[in-house]
């Protein structure tokens, strides 16, 4: 039996500066048995065009547009409803793939069917190159979960069955930027569960731009209402809820702080 197909889902947005590298580094895969979903969420640039001639020139690329920005988790929900394969691949529109992501990602979930979804170690990386590392977890658990997300979103190969048994990503406004924390507390409270290959396999964008768009004030409240709302779910200790003040006392905490932070993370990391 040959390879089962793996569809990726690709959500952009005013991505025309970075769209053709991200599609490029999936199109250059080893493992040729996929097709490529992109729902553009409104964009206003000229990423529509790009991804429409990727589409007339590649016969396993799809293109499907929201008329208005509804945001990702909408957007991904929409290419999980329109693909065909057994596997979904994410790839995130200013990210890219090494040639042999998914080769390494199917033969884990075919040979380990305990697991239900995969990542792996990433690169950090901005215009001038890779400038980091972020090693998550290698069998997350329930008490890494509690701490905050443990997966690089756009780097995962997940069973499109365990994404149908938790109805796909929850589309809300506490969401919006949280989609992924919240997909995973859904998985592991239905016993679903996930794994990152020590291998770096995805390249992910941390520039200025990036960390802005990350550290609005509403998302870190909609992560605190996230967590609220889904620990119950995961039988989560008393303890935990501490950790909602987590997103909410980041927030408060001036830029320059944080960015050194998160700069010691990637630094420990390597």
């Known amino acids: 039996m040959g390879n089962k197909l793996i569809s990726v889902a690709i ?63 909408f957007s991904l929900n929409k290419c999980i409803a329109k693909s065909k394969g057994e596997f979904i691949a994410r790839q995130d529109a200013d990210d890219k793939s090494d040639p042999m992501r998914f080769q390494r ?6 040979t380990h069917r305990q697991y239900h979804f995969v990542g792996s170690w990433t ?44 109805n796909n990503y929850t589309v809300s406004n ?20 996930g794994y990152n290959l020590p291998e770096y396999l995805y390249y992910f964008r941390d520039d200025e731009n990036s960390y802005k768009r990350r550290k609005k004030y509403k998302y870190r409240i909609g992560e ?23 997103p909410l006392i980041a927030g408060l905490t001036p830029s320059f702080l944080l960015q050194k932070y998160h700069k010691l993370v990637i630094l420990k990391n390597r």
């Open 11 to 73: 959500a952009t947005y005013n991505s025309e500066s970075t769209i053709v590298e991200a599609l490029e580094s999936i199109i250059n895969q080893t493992y040729n048995n996929f097709e490529i979903i992109i729902c553009d969420d409104g964009s206003t640039d000229n990423t529509i065009n790009i991804i429409k001639d990727y589409s007339d020139k590649y016969e396993n690329i799809f293109v499907y547009l929201n008329e208005t920005n509804m945001g990702l988790a």
């Open 105 to 110: 990602q199917y033969e884990f979930l075919q």
């Open 123 to 166: 690169y950090t990386y901005d215009d001038k190159g890779v400038n980091g590392v972020y090693k998550f977890p290698i069998e997350p658990n329930m008490k890494n979960l509690v701490w905050g997300s443990i997966f690089c979103h756009g780097a995962m190969l997940i069973r499109k069955s365990a994404l149908e048994k938790v």
């Open 174 to 193: 506490i969401t919006y930027r949280g989609q992924d924390y919240d997909l995973w507390l859904k998985m592991y409270a239905n016993q679903l569960l």
């Open 224 to 246: 605190a209402r996230i967590r609220l709302k889904r620990y119950p779910e995961i039988k989560a200790p008393i303890w935990a809820y501490i950790i909602c003040l987590k």
